[in-house]
């Protein structure tokens, strides 16, 4: 293996980087390490994914972590929709989850206004 030169370092390309800012929306570590792993992607140095190097990868790119679990849903097929009670949509961890939502602006919701 050819050595490393002094300032020289292997990045992860910057095509897993944006793929991991969008799994992050809807999967854990564990599962978007799988996911890359299953795709034959490696890490900048070579290595396959394990939930450490996806947890440290997010890290140096400042990408936030997952967060499940803030109202209730089911989800009966692995490829089928998500279920939502009417009643569950108007709690306010569900409003605040729509706010965030129309406050992000890399990912806005609702309709364009024109």
């Known amino acids: 293996m050819p050595k490393r030169r002094r300032g020289q370092r292997n990045s ?3 095509d897993i980087v944006q793929a991991v800012r969008q799994l992050v929306l809807i999967a854990s570590d564990d599962l978007i390490a799988g996911l890359l792993n299953r795709n034959g992607l490696k890490s900048g140095n070579g ?4 939930r450490e190097r996806v947890t440290s990868m997010r ?4 990408i936030p972590v997952f967060k499940a679990g803030e109202i209730e849903s089911i989800h009966p097929l692995p490829d089928g929709p998500w279920i939502l009670a009417r009643t569950w949509l108007i ?3 569900a409003q605040s989850i729509a706010e965030r939502a129309r406050q992000n602006p890399k990912y806005p919701a609702g309709s364009h206004p024109a």
């Open 47 to 50: 290595n396959r994914w394990t």
């Open 91 to 93: 709690t306010i961890a």
């Open 59 to 62: 890290s140096n790119y400042h």
């Open 12 to 14: 992860t390309s910057a």
